[in-house]
Nanobody, 124 residues
């Protein structure tokens, strides 16, 4: 079992930045590929970014590429999402997820564990 707890969400103006963190506990953190997803009101959960266990492979949604950066610190059992140049359309609840696989994935159904989410609101 893995427990995931997100933090760092909040209200920010368009063009601003936020850093989200997801702290993991339970199993060996480095066994997992990690990802961030988001869900806006009345929309399906969508992929944002993912990183493999070692941090050597990443993938980003087209809508955030160049603005968001995923990173991880296996010594701290934490994955981060640095978000810059935020836009109102980035407003959503952001979730981190863990997948006990070497290969990364964009599909939420392929993740084994989820955090409770953290709200990000970008005002125009």
């Amino acid at each position: 079992q893995v427990q995931l707890v997100e933090s760092g969400g909040g209200l920010v103006q368009a063009g601003g930045s936020l850093r989200l963190a997801c702290a993991a506990s339970g199993r060996t953190f480095s066994d997992y590929s990690m990802a961030w997803f988001r869900q806006a009101p009345r929309k399906e959960r969508e992929f944002v970014a993912t990183m493999n266990w070692s941090g050597t492979v990443t993938d980003y949604a087209r809508s955030v590429k160049g603005r968001f950066t995923i990173s991880r610190d296996n010594a701290k059992n934490t994955v981060y999402l640095d978000m810059t140049n935020l836009k109102p359309e980035d407003t959503a609840v952001y979730f981190c997820a863990a997948r006990l696989r070497v290969i990364i994935s964009r599909h939420p159904t392929e993740y084994d564990y989820w955090g409770q989410g953290t709200q990000v609101t970008v005002s125009s």
